[in-house]
């Protein structure tokens, strides 16, 4: 079979996300009580304190997804080494294990939650017999006053992708609207559960008024990425210090092949 070289235009394009593309980090549990099924998105308190060493060691310092945009939009210049630490769904443990690391390490992060699910449990993992507590809307209250802003990852943890353009909007929208009541601010970012949107979701977010929306595509952010496609770089429960630092400077995992659960399915 013949090589076909990849064009000039992606290889450089490739270069610069790593070279100059700002990590956003995306965890989902952190706790010491790991779900076998769920080994692969589990970061332990230790390990993540590790993180936050590797963070502070190398001068990193946190941004928003507002302070993206406006950087972006060069309202505002980025300050040196900027990364955006997120979390997905809202889990109850890393408010416990997490916020208390990050405060006092003085880093700021955004939680997107769950809208409809606060309070309640990871229901959308039942099949593979996870069920986690979330944050009820006390405790996202609480992450809020830690530094960790929470923000939109829908209503009900559907994959968008899949349901019919009524449903998808309702997601987008309603999730925003209980949200913006129960916590007070405005709620312009999204994450899209499962990392599934398509054209269609990405129209329906910015018709509900998204600002900037994540996937679970990997990499680091460029200036001219798509605000509402936004790549980020997953933060793995089986990988050790020397990983993590090669994922936050790369964007990407480039060592050893990590060795995998039968299913791993992007949440
Ligand atoms: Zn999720």
């Given at each position: 079979m013949l090589h076909r070289p990849a064009p000039v235009a992606a290889v450089s394009r490739k270069i610069m996300r790593v070279r100059f593309g700002v990590p956003v980090l995306m965890y989902h549990l952190v706790s010491d009580d790991v779900p076998a099924a769920f080994r692969d998105y589990t970061v332990t308190p230790r390990q993540f304190a590790g993180h936050v060493r590797t963070l502070r060691q190398f001068d990193y310092h946190s941004i928003s997804p507002d302070d993206l945009l406006a950087a972006r939009e060069r309202r505002r210049p980025l300050p040196p080494r900027p990364v955006v630490i997120t979390f997905d769904d809202g889990f109850r443990d890393c408010l416990r294990h997490a916020a208390p690391l990050l405060h006092d390490a003085g880093?700021?992060?955004?939680?997107?939650?769950?809208?409809?699910?606060?309070?309640?449990?990871?229901?959308?993992?039942?099949?593979?017999?996870?069920?986690?507590?979330?944050?009820?809307?006390?405790?996202?209250?609480?992450?809020?006053?830690?530094?960790?802003?929470?923000?939109s990852h829908?209503?009900?943890?559907?994959?968008?992708?899949?349901?019919?353009?009524?449903?998808?909007?309702?997601?987008?929208?309603?999730?925003?609207?209980?949200?913006?009541?129960?916590?007070?601010?405005?709620?312009?970012?999204?994450?899209?559960?499962?990392?599934?949107?398509?054209?269609?979701?990405r129209a329906e977010a910015e018709q509900a008024g998204y600002l900037s929306a994540c996937t679970t595509q990997p990499g680091k952010v460029l200036p001219s990425d798509d605000a509402l496609a936004l790549p980020r770089v997953k933060i793995e429960g089986r990988e050790g210090p020397a990983d993590f630092l090669t994922r936050l400077v790369t964007g990407r995992h480039l060592g050893h092949p990590v060795r995998r659960q039968p299913s791993s399915r992007r949440r």
């Open positions: 880093l700021g992060a955004t939680m997107y939650v769950v809208a409809g699910l606060l309070g309640k449990t990871s229901r959308w993992m039942e099949p593979e017999g996870v069920d986690l507590p979330l944050v009820s809307v006390a405790e996202a209250r609480e992450l809020e006053q830690a530094g960790i802003a929470c923000q829908a209503l009900t943890h559907p994959s968008l992708a899949r349901l019919g353009t009524p449903r998808i909007a309702r997601e987008l929208s309603e999730s925003r609207r209980v949200l913006e009541d129960e916590l007070g601010h405005e709620i312009r970012h999204l994450a899209y559960p499962h990392g599934s949107f398509d054209d269609r979701v």
